[in-house]
């Protein structure tokens, strides 16, 4: 069974606020300057904000106050940033991006081939991935060595999914993919930039096409799992071996703000709509979730139905089904 770990939005355990706004300055790690225009924001949504002049940032966080916050700028690695009081303004550096391209850089004839893998892995193969379009591929350099593809982005990748209605911009830190063995790696950080929904002649198309993509989704699941909802959701659990696991058995619950998925072993989610099954295999002892179907990524991997989402098939989670 092929596993892939998916870090499409970089997660960690909960953010602890004390107050509705967080302020910071965000700087070069080595040479302390402040990065002007650097986003601020939380994975998956539509919540951010950017630097000024002075790299300086305030940010809204109501509604988010146990989510880790993303700090990205062109250039640089991105951060995330867990466990923030907000009694004082922060300091936030940022290591810049050195690309080693040791590997030989393909040429033009290649370079659409390769392309073709990136958009394959990175965006998917499903019908929202088709009606999906990278804005400035120009800014995206592909290298390939023993068996290894590799995509580098100088710039944020800019996206319209046309499929699901939504512009976003995505920060490539790595994607790797491995030819042979058809598995690969990718870590970077997303927001939502624009909701298209507002334009009347798409307006229903979009509504379809995001409740498809929700229902038996990664988000659907943890959602119903908050609410101890499975069963009217469509979603049930078994071990390898074929048993029923119930709720109580696998979810903790500290308090009302937080909950933990905690398993050992292999975890079957059977979705009882569409007849698909996808594993879990725990990474942590621990998995977070809340109540608007964020997920701790790195605590997990994913195998079968769920494996298959990738950027195209992802919402906001201001997303609801209505």
Request: hydrophobic share 40%.
């Amino acid at each position: 069974m092929k596993r892939i770990i998916f870090v499409f939005l970089i997660v960690s355990y909960g953010l602890t606020a004390y107050n509705q706004i967080i302020s910071g300055t965000i700087m070069d790690k080595q040479t302390k300057e402040k990065i002007v225009y650097a986003a601020a924001y939380f994975n998956g949504s539509f919540v951010g904000t950017h630097s000024d002049k002075n790299g300086y940032f305030e940010l809204d966080i109501s509604g988010n106050a146990y989510k880790p916050l993303t700090i990205s700028a062109l250039g640089y690695y991105s951060v995330t940033l867990t466990d923030i009081t907000t009694g004082k303004p922060l300091e936030i550096y940022l290591a810049p991006k050195v690309f080693e391209l040791k590997e030989v850089v393909i040429n033009a004839k290649a370079k659409e081939r390769k392309l073709r893998i990136f958009r394959e892995n990175f965006l998917g193969t499903t019908t929202n991935a088709l009606r999906c379009k990278i804005l400035n591929e120009k800014d995206i350099t592909i290298t390939f060595e023993n068996d290894t593809l590799k995509a580098f982005a100088s710039k944020p990748i800019q996206i319209i999914n046309r499929g699901l209605g939504y512009k976003a911009t995505y920060y490539l830190d790595k994607f790797w993919y491995y030819e042979k063995r058809k598995a690969f790696l990718i870590s970077g950080n997303m927001v939502f930039n624009e909701d298209l929904i507002a334009d009347k002649s798409n307006s229903e198309y979009y509504k379809l096409s995001r409740e498809q993509a929700y229902l038996g989704s990664r988000m659907h699941f943890f959602r119903a799992l908050w609410e101890n909802d499975l069963a009217a959701a469509g979603f049930s659990f078994k071990n390898i071996g074929q048993e029923e696991i119930q709720y109580s058995n696998i979810v903790v619950q500290p308090d009302s703000l937080k909950k933990y998925l905690k398993y050992r072993g292999m975890l079957g989610i059977y979705n009882n709509f569409n007849l698909t099954t996808s594993w879990i295999t725990f990474l942590r002892e621990y998995v977070f979730f809340d109540k608007r179907g964020y997920f701790d990524p790195f605590a997990v991997s994913w195998d079968g139905a769920m494996a298959k989402q990738r950027i195209a098939d992802l919402l906001p989670y201001e997303y609801s089904i209505k």
